[in-house]
């Protein structure tokens, strides 16, 4: 049976801060549990933004720059792991950037009964954990309706989160040894559900 692959994801673009920090931790959990990990910084990468182009005619997208290397991931992965820091209520905009180039992979089909629907064009159905970490602010869970309205266009079910700010932790997050134990724990559970599940598909 194949290793399970799980890769995290990180839009912030202070490496070793907060965001980072936990996807990091929720990675070694996963690593703890016999996943195979890696992680990519979606700064360090140069991801235009989407110009809505051909939009969703399936032809993919015109640019080829850093998305590609996550168009392939999006196909490989068994496991994602979201990192993003709170910008103004939201994602960043690294992330945003990521977000919308995934435009092109959401495909509309007719239904026998007419009803225009959209499918993912991704093929491999995977799970994912979202990590937010805000600041001063008291709502890190606004980030959630952007990845709900997402993921099912990239075939990724979200299943767990860690969402935090400093001002409800009263410290920086990656200062915290009880959150960072809870991120290395939730990630072997994580890695152990994909286990299962890639058990069950090879039984
Ligand atoms: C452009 C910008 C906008 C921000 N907006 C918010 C916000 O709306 N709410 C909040 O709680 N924190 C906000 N913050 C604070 C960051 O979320 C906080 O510093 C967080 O720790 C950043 O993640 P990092 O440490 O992984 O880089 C903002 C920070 C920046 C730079």
Redesign the pocket.
């Given at each position: 049976m194949p290793q399970i692959q799980v890769t995290g994801i990180v839009a912030?673009?202070?490496k070793q801060?907060?965001?980072?920090t936990l996807v990091q931790k929720i990675l070694d959990g996963c690593q703890k549990s016999g996943a195979a990990v890696s992680k990519i910084y979606l700064n360090d990468l140069v991801i235009q933004p989407c110009r809505a182009c051909k939009s969703q005619d399936g032809s993919g997208c015109l640019y080829q720059d850093g998305m590609e290397q996550i168009y392939e991931l999006f196909e490989k992965a068994d496991g994602l792991i979201l990192g993003t820091?709170?910008?103004?209520?939201s994602v960043s905009s690294q992330m945003k950037l990521m977000i919308d180039r995934s435009y092109c992979l959401a495909k509309p089909v007719i239904t026998p009964s007419g009803k225009r629907i959209y499918e993912s064009a991704v093929k491999k159905m995977k799970k994912g954990m979202v990590v937010s970490?805000?600041?001063?602010?008291s709502n890190p869970e606004c980030v959630l309706p952007v990845f709900e309205l997402w993921s099912p266009e990239v075939n990724l079910s979200i299943v767990d989160s860690i969402l935090v700010?400093?001002?409800q932790l009263g410290k920086a997050p990656k200062e915290s040894a009880e959150l960072l134990l809870e991120a290395f724990s939730k990630g072997e559970k994580f890695a152990r559900l994909l286990q299962a599940e890639n058990q069950e598909r090879h039984i």
């Open positions: 912030s673009p202070r801060m907060n965001t980072d820091p709170v910008y103004y209520n970490v805000g600041g001063s602010g700010t400093h001002a």
